[in-house]
């Protein structure tokens, strides 16, 4: 029922927000005036902020009997004002009036536009459920007391509205009564009987103490009350929390460290290959040299120079000739022109010089 209540609560707010359109100073008829289908929410011609007139006039609102009405932002300094002890605001918000005495025709579900009896006190439901307003009920629109007692005839009012579900639209019948707190009026005998306990058959919510029951058709706990879980449910939910944690942890750290093994062998092979290069730069660098010293020694048919070297090759000290020019071979591999001209320098017949 706490379901339907707010699904028929959201619909007859929206309802609400498309009401009529007229802005104040426009035209209007009272005879348009009517209870939405379904809702029951009072419509007019006019906006929200307006009611129709006797003169078929859009005029500003005279009262208020919410605290925040629709139609008006916050602080608004035309927004009218609430009626005081002993008064109400009609549907309409027209002005306030004085409270309707028993007996009196009254609007729909306006407990409040009825005056209470001398001992509202002890009526008066403060439940919050809306059985009445200070002892006094408004049923088929008029005015009565909430004062029957058990075994007495009885007054009931069932309104249909349209609710919506899972299923679809459905209806939804609220049946009320003025039956003291503790009783209803059933609707068959119209007699004011005793509210059923827990667990006991039922066929509607005003039968039931707790006014709710339940699709089963007995009478279960009230709507509001809250729902207690033992110790157990504490600790497996404690347990679901620290193992989620400790789980995501561990397939963080053994994703991170995968990553890191496929980081660390690309660095390895890198550095393989690179050094693979460099000692082929180095072979390539003393086949180069051994064959140019082979070339010096060589050509001609003599050894026109000494070659001499140091005690140590990785120091790589110049290699020297007989004559005043060093090659400088040891220390640098020359290009194509300079190892030409050395062959070129010994490739003819040997004149004496040099």
């Avoid at 729909?108 to 536009?113: A, F, V, Y």
């Avoid at 809306?130 to 009920?137: I, Q």
């Avoid at 005998?189 to 058959?201: A, D, H, T």
């Avoid at 279960?220 to 033992?230: I, L, S």
């Amino acid at each position: 029922m706490k379901l339907i209540s707010l699904t028929f609560l959201l619909f007859a707010s929206y309802r609400t927000a498309y009401a009529g359109s007229v802005d104040i100073g426009g035209p209007c008829s009272t005879g348009n005036n009517r209870l939405q289908t379904g809702t029951y929410q009072f419509w007019s011609e006019c906006n929200s902020v307006s009611y129709c007139s006797d003169e078929g006039v859009c005029v500003a609102k005279g009262c208020r009997k919410d605290d925040f009405p629709f139609g008006y932002a916050q602080g608004d300094p035309n927004l009218p004002p609430k009626c005081g002890k002993g008064e109400f605001c009609p549907d309409e918000g027209t002005e306030c009036q004085p409270v309707l005495s028993v007996n009196s025709p009254c609007q729909l579900n306006r407990d409040d536009q009825c005056e209470g009896p001398d001992n509202f006190k002890e009526l008066a439901d403060t439940s919050g459920r809306g059985l009445n307003f200070n002892g006094s009920v408004c049923l088929n629109n008029v005015c009565m007391w909430a004062n029957v007692t058990l075994g007495n005839k009885c007054v009931v009012e069932n309104t249909p509205y349209i609710a919506y579900g899972a299923s679809g639209e459905f209806i939804d019948i609220v049946s009320r009564g003025n039956c003291k707190l503790g009783l209803y009026c059933d609707s068959s005998s119209l007699v004011c009987m005793n509210n059923k306990l827990l667990g006991e058959s039922c066929e509607a919510d005003k039968e039931c103490d707790s006014w709710n029951c339940l699709s089963s058709g007995v009478c279960g706990v009230t709507a509001a009350t809250p729902h207690h879980f033992g110790v157990y449910v504490y600790i497996l939910v404690a347990l679901g929390i620290i193992g989620g944690m400790s789980g995501t942890l561990t397939g963080l750290y053994f994703a991170h460290r995968k990553q890191r093994e496929r980081e660390r062998a690309k660095r390895a092979q890198y550095w393989r290959e690179q050094n693979a290069f460099h000692q082929n730069l180095m072979q390539m660098r003393e086949t180069a040299r051994a064959s140019i010293l082979n070339l010096r020694t060589t050509s001609g048919g003599r050894n026109d120079y000494t070659l001499s070297r140091d005690a140590s090759d990785e120091s790589n000290s110049a290699l020297h000739t007989s004559g005043p020019k060093a090659s400088g071979l040891r220390n640098y591999m020359g290009d194509d022109s300079d190892i030409d001209d050395g062959l070129i320098m010994h490739s003819g017949k040997n004149d004496g010089r040099f």
